[in-house]
Structures are given as structure tokens and as C-alpha cells.
């Protein structure tokens, strides 16, 4: 019973690098998120995938892309990652589009120094 | 736009104390709304949901009503326990193709 499977669970970059953290969900849902989660801020989306194929902007979309590689996989990527951008990030999946059920994988701690 | 406000934690009660967390929502139309759960070092989960005016959601002992006249989704439980201790996050949704909003989270913490 996997669910939603997030990588990697910790890294830490230096500011300017790049990387991509990776979700996979296994229950054949239509909708795929990404959520950053700081003190004091509590949950805030970065980007979504309705359904395959179609990727929109959250709140706080600035400084990221996302790829909605098949209806599995949603990743998430940092081009020039920022101190700003430290933080836990969470990958989540629906059923059948944007609902309220959320299913959340564990996070991925990430600092930049 | 739509929007959740959630008391501000911490809040640490002893195992066997009332809890209330305090949620008010602002949003037009009928919302439905939510009570998700962190765990430590988990990611959220459901709790419980209420979809329209004076349902009363529940689950594991807590309870939460969705209150029209007051905009108020306040979760509850009668006596907690130590595995109680997680953020609670109170959460919005309008039907459609919006995903849902959620509030700033409340940490509990229980102590024997």
C-alpha cells in the first residue's frame, strides 16, 4: 500500500543549484499537487495537475516548474534554488479531479544554505 | 476570496482536558469543510468533513459543526490522550476546479 511516494526525503542544496523532487502516487488519481509547508505559514500550494496533462499555479508558484510526466508522476522542480526556498514540501493526489479528499505523501525536507 | 483562520498554537493540554480548536472561513457561496491531521514526520490525512449548514462531522472522537451563522468549522474532542498530538489543520473547498485552501494549522500537544 504505497500511496503517494515522495523523493528524496532530505536534501540540502547550496543556493543557485538545481534539483527535482520526485512523486509518484499508485492509486490511479487524476490530480496531483504540490504544497510547501513553513512555521507560522501553514500549508500553501505551489502548483497542481487537474488531470494529465494540464499543470496550474497555487499560491506561491514563483521559482519552481512542475511536469505532469504521466498520470502517475508530478515532480516538482527548483531551477536556482533560494535560501527562501527552504522548507518541507508535500506532494498530494485526488481521485477524480480537483476534490477535497487529498491523499499526502511524507514529505521532503529541503534546505539551501 | 476564500479563505480559513485557524486559532494559533501551541496548544498543550493534559490527557483526559477538553480540546476546541477554533476555525472561522470566509468564502462565497456553500463550501465544504475539513479538519485534516498531521502526525509527526507524516503527511496530512482526513479527520473528518462536513458538506453543508449544520452537518456535523466526526471521527476517532472528535466532532466538528459547520455553523452558517457563525462561519465556523470549531473541532472538538471530549477527552484527549497523548497520541492526540499532531497539527490540526482546518480546510475549505468550494465545488469545482479549485483546489483546497487550507488554514495555518494548530499544533496540539497532550502530556500524561
Known amino acids: 500500500n504505497a500511496g503517494v511516494t515522495q523523493t528524496p526525503k532530505f536534501q540540502v542544496l547550496k543556493t543557485g543549484q538545481s534539483m527535482t523532487l520526485q512523486c509518484a502516487q499508485d492509486?490511479?488519481?487524476?490530480?496531483m499537487y504540490w504544497y510547501r509547508q513553513d512555521p507560522g505559514m501553514g500549508l500553501r500550494l505551489i502548483y497542481y495537475?487537474?488531470?494529465?496533462?494540464?499543470?496550474d499555479k497555487g499560491e506561491v508558484p514563483n521559482g519552481y516548474n512542475v511536469s505532469r510526466l504521466n498520470k502517475r508522476e508530478f515532480s516538482l522542480r527548483l531551477e536556482s534554488a533560494a535560501p527562501s526556498q527552504t522548507s518541507v514540501y508535500f506532494c498530494?493526489?485526488?481521485?477524480?479531479?480537483?476534490?477535497?479528499?487529498?491523499?499526502f505523501g511524507s514529505g521532503t525536507q529541503l534546505s539551501v544554505l | 476570496g476564500n479563505s480559513v483562520t485557524q486559532m494559533e498554537g501551541p496548544v498543550t493540554l493534559s490527557e483526559e482536558a477538553f480540546l476546541t480548536i477554533n476555525c472561522t472561513y470566509t468564502?462565497?457561496?456553500?463550501?465544504?469543510l475539513f479538519w485534516y491531521v498531521q502526525y509527526p514526520g507524516e503527511g496530512l490525512q482526513l479527520l473528518l468533513k462536513?458538506?453543508?449548514?449544520?452537518d456535523k462531522g466526526s471521527n476517532k472522537g472528535f466532532e466538528a459543526t459547520y455553523r452558517k451563522e457563525t462561519t465556523s468549522f470549531h473541532l472538538e474532542k471530549g477527552s484527549v490522550q497523548v497520541s492526540d498530538s499532531a497539527v490540526y489543520f482546518c480546510?475549505?473547498?468550494?465545488?469545482?476546479?479549485?483546489?483546497?485552501?487550507f488554514g495555518k494549522g494548530t499544533r496540539l500537544s497532550v502530556i500524561a
Open positions: 495537475s487537474a488531470s494529465e496533462g494540464t499543470t
Open positions: 498530494a493526489s485526488s481521485k477524480q479531479g480537483v476534490n477535497e479528499k487529498l491523499f
Open positions: 492509486m490511479n488519481h487524476n490530480s
Open positions: 468564502a462565497t457561496g456553500y463550501p465544504s
Open positions: 480546510a475549505l473547498w468550494r465545488a469545482g476546479n479549485t483546489p483546497l485552501v
Open positions: 462536513a458538506t453543508k449548514a449544520d
